[in-house]
């Protein structure tokens, strides 16, 4: 854990234009993604999942991101 908190920081979520998830609680994980530039999400939710990426930001499940080919 303190491996994970010395590298983490703390954002604000960017303002989204318009609703983008069939879950708007969900919209505050995307802004706060966006604001941090944030290569991936993984998550379990399945209103995330759908959209598979947003503004560069792709969005996996946790057995898409072990399974993909590492660079």
Known sequence: FLVYQRR???VSPLPLPARVCRD???D???ATALA????VIITGDKDLL????HG???IRSPR???DA???
Request: charged content about 25%.
């Open 28 to 30: 505050l994980v995307l």
């Open 50 to 53: 759908t959209l598979k990426t």
């Open 69 to 71: 080919p590492k660079a």
């Open 8 to 10: 983490a920081r703390l």
């Open 36 to 39: 941090a530039q944030a290569d």
């Open 24 to 26: 708007p609680d969900d």
């Open 64 to 66: 898409q991101f072990m």
């Open 56 to 58: 560069g930001v792709r």
